[in-house]
């Protein structure tokens, strides 16, 4: 699924999912942090575009609706990673990994890592290749 999410929206994506998979308007705004924490109708019209768009839906729980993601996190996570490479790196993928790699410091375990998940890129490119 090709959708593009804004930064408001993956806030409340992440609320929703940090809450079990599934919240009202109020337990989302309860779990928000007081400082950076929207309108309950800013809440509302985000909930209502993201349904429009497909990617959220919502049932009766009592007086209130419960909205409950129809993407999961993974979906969302590659599909705006997805977008950011072809925004800002015109779709070049070792644009992007070096802008990654260079601008963020990496602790020893977390560059082993790397080269493993590297070598085994290398490995499935090779085995394609043939």
């Known amino acids: 699924m090709g959708m593009k999410l804004s930064e408001l929206e993956l806030k409340i994506f992440k609320h929703i999912w940090a809450l079990g998979g599934g919240a009202t308007i109020q337990e ?10 929207p309108q309950y109708t800013t809440i509302l019209k985000t909930l209502q575009i993201l349904e429009e768009k ?15 993601p129809q993407i999961s996190k993974e979906e969302a996570m590659h599909s705006n990673l997805g977008s950011v490479v072809k925004t800002f790196f015109g ?40």
């Open 28 to 37: 989302i705004l309860d779990s928000w942090d007081e400082n950076e924490k």
């Open 54 to 68: 497909g990617t959220v839906g919502h049932e009766k729980s009592g007086r209130a609706f419960r909205y409950i």
């Open 91 to 130: 779709g070049n993928k070792l644009a992007f990994a070096q802008t990654f790699i260079s601008d963020n410091k990496f602790s020893s375990a977390e560059l082993q890592e790397l080269k493993k998940l590297l070598s085994q890129k290398e490995k499935e490119a090779r085995n394609a290749d043939h």
